[in-house]
């Protein structure tokens, strides 16, 4: 029996992001794939998201959806973080991935945090320090330092920052609808050379985990990655109530 025709589009998705389906006759989708902007110190590195359902995986339909991404794409690089030994690592290999780094992911259920403790924590003064907060959607290349000088409005993306003079010292992101529907990814809490050693790790954190519950009341749980050996911000995380949860390994394409 011949292979039915698969079709890649491209399907609405939030501002900045960018998202295709494979779709098999009569109009089921069978694939998906999407281009995530990271914020952060990486701000053109945005995130590869790619899934096949497993009855029409081997077909190319992965390798199609990833073309798809690939046209699109007008930074330098992308980044796929896969679970380590996964057939997504050995299909990263096959189309030329580079192994970066292992990391590791944590996750926080609200349900286990102290709200009256969270609460102390971010009221915690920080002398020469001041906490902000963006919210919005992200531009297609979001740097931190800009995001947090311009105007928040309803989004997919919360930020927040401690800042001294001016200066960005600090800050904690996380975003909503890139992993499940009750669950955030989060990136950071990053401390900048000359801040780091004064806690502000944690008390961005904390204030980033107070406002989004605020900003998204149906996530209960916080996902966050980091590299697998940075102990200082691993400790910042635990201190939070977050648990290890799974290991993967983050990969790298580079762009023509
Ligand atoms: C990763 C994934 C998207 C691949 O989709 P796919 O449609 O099966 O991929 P393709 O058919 O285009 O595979 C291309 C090549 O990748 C390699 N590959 C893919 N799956 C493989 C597996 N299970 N074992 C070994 N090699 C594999 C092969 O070399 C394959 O070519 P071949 O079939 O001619 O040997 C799919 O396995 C998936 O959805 N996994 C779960 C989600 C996930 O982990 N996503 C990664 C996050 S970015």
Redesign the pocket.
């Known amino acids: 029996m011949s292979e039915p025709p698969i079709h890649v589009v491209p399907v609405p998705a939030h501002p900045g992001v960018a998202r295709w389906q494979a779709m098999a006759p009569p109009g089921a989708a069978v ?1 998906t794939a999407g281009l995530w902007p990271v914020p952060g110190v990486r701000p053109h590195v945005p995130e ?5 359902r497993p009855e ?8 199609r959806l990833l073309t798809a991404i690939r046209d699109r794409a007008t930074g330098p690089l992308l980044v ?1 973080d ?2 380590a030994g ?3 690592e ?2 990263c290999q ?1 189309h030329g991935f580079r192994h970066a780094r292992c990391r590791r992911h944590d996750l926080l259920t609200y349900g286990d945090v102290h709200q009256a403790w969270l609460g102390e924590l971010v009221d915690t003064e920080h002398p020469g320090y001041r906490l902000l907060h963006w919210t919005g959607d992200l531009p297609g290349t979001p740097h931190v330092a800009e995001l947090i000088r311009s105007p928040s409005g309803p989004g997919t993306t919360v930020l927040t920052a401690a800042d001294a003079d001016g200066d960005l010292a600090a800050y904690a992101v996380a975003v909503v609808g890139m992993l499940t529907r009750r669950r955030a990814r989060q990136y950071g809490p990053a401390v900048l050379p000359g801040h780091r050693g004064r806690r502000l790790g944690r008390w961005v954190n904390a204030a980033l985990i107070q406002r989004l519950r605020a900003e998204h009341p149906h996530i209960d749980e916080v996902e966050a990655v980091a590299g697998a050996d940075d102990p200082g911000l691993l400790a910042a995380r635990a201190d939070l109530g977050f648990r290890i949860r799974r290991k993967s390994h983050l990969y790298e394409l580079t762009l023509p």
């Open positions: 694939g590869l998201s790619l899934y096949v029409w995986r081997r077909r190319g339909i992965g390798s796929a896969v679970p996964s057939p997504a050995a299909f096959w």
